[in-house]
């Protein structure tokens, strides 16, 4: 449900045209009071949102001070303020464990009462609580400078909670490092008493406030800490030989130290280097996978690649996955999907850099879609183009995943996401050296792919925020290429630390100091600047055409013998059907039925094959925080997939809302359909029984009807296949038991539809059984008549 509700948030339009189910309404009621109370922060601010369900949970009590913002959404004020509140999430982000940020809308009826308690009178203000202050505290007595007259940009914010913090009054929030100077004494015998491989000690003046500052930042990181020392405390600075304040030094036992090298001396600078020292990692997370074991691994080789390049054998991967897997969760595109789906081709055959064949392949696709007139297109259809089935010469979509630049050092890690990333920079950065003529055109291209098909939902309502947010803002074709950089860069910001970062790729702001020194500089304050100018031209380079490196393709030749073989197999298996159609079905159904069965048996167990594969993909969503494989974990399972996409959708279904006209049932062909399984089931009866029908119907051991009328209801696509494999329809279910449970898990959308197909179906019945004992008990031999519906369905 929650999982529902979170797919149609994320929908442009809040509450879609057809909203013929319960859930439906239930999600599109939750929108409406999710609306009703909309704020000036979202769940991607990294922002804790208070209502007055867990005001007293977050504030009392807590471990970590809290610094809370009481706004009224209307008030201009607040709503200048709140990108600096944010900007200040994301400086402070290392804080966390030690200092959470909060807000909480008093413009929202059901918050005012929290707001009066609080004695809130004006907007915005702001309150420091202390780590576990009691219920009913209003914030802390020397918070009320705070509340009044606090600075407005992120610096000033940040040096106040320090000063907050070091009044802190006790119990100390646990997971806050000492703030103090350290002292000549303390440092003697520090490595006696803590087990750390670094210390970094900062020289710098008392009203500094970097050694705090960095302090604070890596207090999640293990095998480090940092001691702020005073010019002062003459006794270390003239043993150390310190002439710059502020400068680092890793101290190590035994007395020895060196200066830490650093682009300018600041904190996000000396913070960047710290976190990279050998051996630092971050508390409680698995520590990086050497190399060594790497190459070792003996499930999929590990390609050596440069880091900081960007290799075609990603962005083809991303491509095949985004259209043949991601795309094809939708057997049908219309609507809004079909739009998005022509503007990301559209975006793609201008400025994929690809080889001459994916883009023959590309352009091929592109200019079928802007053919397409109807309002829909089915996705057998689009991937009929995109398999190139019409032959046209020297084009093809390679097929499957070799990740080079994106490889994760484990199999959930990384890949897919990555790659979607690295296409969306490229192409913002081709369409800036093509010279498109709309800004936008790639970002908006990329917006409604990621809103529409991206398979991580929260991910896409992530970036929908920043989308809905700040896209407004682009206006040039570099600002476009820029603003992907920082946005993608704000997600780095929130996901580091996150189980989703894979140890051997922590993620910063890109690019790294050592990757492009030019592009980082630091204001006179100290404070961290980015060379805008610098960055985008290293952008333009690092995304250009000519620097994707082309390791690692699969030979053109290859792809395209491949595709001659698909193409092959297809026109075959088209030509077996159609003579299927011309065969006249002359034999007795028995027969008919054994071979079926036959098989039948052959499909089921390479179903199971892979039912076991997708076993493993189909609940790891990267729903929240959890890193468990995502959509794209598996590759592996993906030729399985794709073997039967005519069938069933992808897993990741799971994920969204389905489309409600899918399961719209052919009344008609349904009842037909059961018609012909009980006519089929008469006449078997009526003879020997073949053996292996017989054993399949021990295995069912539920009621065979009630079993098939929900199957069908719920899974129209299995449906489709019970056709074409004419018979055996009491043995398929067997083996789909858990299908089924795993269908009332869906949810109970369906349920009204099941309801009527049910009642509908048994009144049928009642008038079948009635018409059939008639028919039998008159003409006991009759068993022929349903022979037509039989051939009807074999084909
Ligand atoms: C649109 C989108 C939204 C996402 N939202 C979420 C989310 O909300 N939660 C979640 O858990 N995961 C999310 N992800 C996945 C996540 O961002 C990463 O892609 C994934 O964790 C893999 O990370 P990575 O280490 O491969 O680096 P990625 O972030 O995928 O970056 C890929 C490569 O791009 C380069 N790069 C890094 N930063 C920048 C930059 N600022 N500008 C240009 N190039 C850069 C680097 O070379 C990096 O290796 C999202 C992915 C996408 C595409
Ligand atoms: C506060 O939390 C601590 C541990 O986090 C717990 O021991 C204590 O009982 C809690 N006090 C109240 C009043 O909830
Ligand atoms: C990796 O394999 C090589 C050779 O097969 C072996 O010498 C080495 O010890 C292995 N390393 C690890 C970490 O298993
Ligand atoms: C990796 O690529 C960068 C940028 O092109 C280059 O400077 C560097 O030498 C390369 N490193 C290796 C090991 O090839």
Redesign the pocket.
Known sequence: MARRCGRATSRFTPCPGEMETLSGWLCCSLLLVAAAQAGLYTASDQIVILSPADVEAVLWNSSAATVVEFYASWCGHCIAFSPVFKGLARDIKEWKPAVELAAINCAAEENRKVCTSYGIRGYPTLKFFNAYTKAGGNGTKHNETFSLDFPRDIRGLRHKIIDQLENHAEPWPPACPPLEPTSQAEIDSFFETNNVRHLALIFEEARSYVGRELTLDLLQFENIAVRRVLNTEEALVSKLGVTTFPSCYLYYPGGNFTRLKVKAEARAFYSYALQRLPGVVRSGKPAPVSPDVLNNNTEEVWRPFNRSRVYMADLESTLHYSLRVEVAAHTVIRGEALISLRNYIAALAKYFPGRPVVMNLLKSVNSWLQNQTGSEISYEAFEGVLDNAAQSPDAALPEGQRWV??QGSRPHL?RY??G???LF?VLTVQAKNAGGSDPQEVLSAMRSY?HVF?G?R??AE??ENMARESLTEVSTLSSAVLWL?SR??Q??NR?AG?L???PN?P?IQ?PSPEMCPACHTAKTNGDHLWNKEKVLAF?LSHFAANSIVKDYLEDEGQILAKQKEKHAVRQERKAREASDLMTPPASPPAVDEKQEEEEEEGEELQEEEEEGGEGAVAPDE?VG?TTEPGPWAKPEVEAGRRRRQAHRKPSIVGMRMRDFREDIVDLDSFVNQYYKAKAMQLAASSRVRPRTLQRKEEQESGPVFGLDIRLDVVQPEKWLQKRELTGGYFSEEASHRGRWMSVLSIGFSKVDISLCVILYVLSSLCLLTMYLFFKNRFKPRRVKIFLPYTNEYSN
């Open positions: 630049g994106c990384r996401p990555c979607v990333w690295t920079h990621v991206f991580c929260l991910c992530h970036f950089w993608h860069n997600v780095n996901l996150d989703s970062e894979d790729f993620k890109w952008l990267m925080k």
